[in-house]
């Protein structure tokens, strides 16, 4: 099962308003981010639990640390690194419980997020979206497009894991070994052909469905 | 054939495709502007069967061909008229009356389940949520996908998956359908039922013309029309069977000539 997959369901999670929902999602986010101490981080914390287990899906509350595990880890260490070498030094041990709170807020975050995105339908996403990107109609922003785009990102996530798996399998079948550097370009390229490719798809359904603006950039597919 | 709306005619007027780039592959030539590769054209042609097949080498500019039938690519020089409509000048209507299907159908589905996929398509004709997700149920039903609205599209088989693709075009209610190597990555059940679904589309709703590339001969002699296409020009157009065979001929020639002592290229004969 993907990280961002909608988990259907009829809990009061599910059924809350799409604008509840964000802002819940805000204002436990500001706390964590702006208010560092472990007591509140630690309510906060349990508070997300708490809706995890109200959206009827408390086995999922751990999965953004089963599978982001490394991003949280470096954000700890880089926050213990500042600690201990930053402008006023921390001894080791008092530079831990920092590092630590900065993990657990990082998580939160993460975990609340997510629960947003795993209980709500892709469509009402688009239409929310749509709704939010409404506001910035007046400096040339097209809110289905902008919707779309978005929505279009968050599905691509497992698509460039598997690309991902499948560039590793095929070095793996040329004897190569694996490594991230190596990676890197092969990936980097299938998905940007991936870019065009659904780009290309999208305009063949005629979507989004206002008209683009003709950009002033080179157009290669008419001659000079 | 029932003849409402505009003549259901696609013209190509000397229609002709310039991609930069500086080398010419073997069998390319050079574009108008200096820096620009010929990949396609100059083609002329009118196409008012109801079916019409392309059939031709990989890389001969088949693909190319029917992109320019709905806007995705726009000709250099000349001009493509689809129903009375110019893809160029009036390319959103050209869009909103032409399906286009692709090979691989994760490209064009984008949404994360077959449900909110085939919703995406109706967004432009019907605005209210409720009534999308109803319709988006029935064409679902209609195409024998009926239960799958929530399931991922990672989690279909690929024949659903691409029968899912169809779908989701074909709710919009197209004028012309082109479908692009359709039944490439399909086992042989669901190549033909994909085949029987796309040859009986003209002539049902709004649809009028079908246009596909294949390489499968056999799904392109059960066309009324068939192009043969080589170094992006046509050098063979029949109905499906007659040029079908012109083609099984040509490249059985071609291998010929290829394998006799002195033609230079018998390493790749063996």
Known sequence: MNLLDHRPGTSPVHR????????????????LVAWRQPV??????????????????????????????????????????????GPV???????????????????????????LVITTPGTELLDGLAHFFGAFRRFGVNPEAAALAVNVMLRTIPWVGAAVRAHAEALASRGLRRGPVRLM??????????????????????????????????DYTRGA | MPTAGPTPVIELRGAVVDLPGAAPAPGQGTGATPGTLRILGPVDTVLAEPVTAVIGANGSGKSTLVRLLNGLVQPSAG??????????????????????MFTDPLVQLVMPTAGEDVELSLRRTIRHRGERRRAAEAVLAEHGLAGLAHRSIYDLSGGQRQR?????????????????????????????EVQDLL????????????????????????????????????VHDDDGPGAVAWYRRDVHDRRAARTRPGAGRQERAR
């Open chain 1, 185 to 218: 370009g092969p990936v980097l390229v299938a998905t940007v052909g991936h870019a065009r490719a659904t780009g290309e798809a999208l305009a063949a359904r005629g979507l989004p469905a206002a008209p683009e603006p003709k950009h002033p950039g080179p």
């Open chain 1, 89 to 115: 030094p921390l001894s080791p041990l008092d530079a831990l419980g920092p590092a630590l709170v900065v993990m657990a807020a990082v998580f939160g975050a993460l975990a609340a997020a997510r629960l």
């Open chain 2, 199 to 234: 040859l009986s589309l003209p002539g049902t709703g709004r649809c009028r013309q079908l246009v596909y590339t294949t390489h499968d001969l056999d799904f392109a002699a059960r066309a009324d029309r068939c192009l043969v296409v080589a170094d992006g020009r046509i």
């Open chain 1, 16 to 31: 809350a308003p799409l604008g509840v929902k964000y802002a819940v999602l805000l204002v436990l986010t500001v706390v």
């Open chain 2, 164 to 192: 899912l693709a169809l779908a989701t075009v074909l709710a919009t209610d197209p004028a012309l359908l082109v479908a692009d190597e359709p039944t490439t990555l399909l086992d042989l059940d669901w190549t033909l």
């Open chain 2, 79 to 100: 001009t493509v008229t689809v129903h009375g409509l110019d893809t160029v000048s009036r390319v959103d209507e050209v869009r909103s009356r032409t399906g286009f």
């Open chain 1, 40 to 85: 509140v981080v630690g309510a906060v914390l349990a508070g997300v639990f708490g809706l995890y287990l109200l959206a009827r899906l408390p086995g999922e509350f751990l999965a953004p640390w089963r599978r982001g595990w490394p991003l949280l880890a470096f954000a700890g260490v880089a926050r213990f690194a500042s600690g201990v070498f």
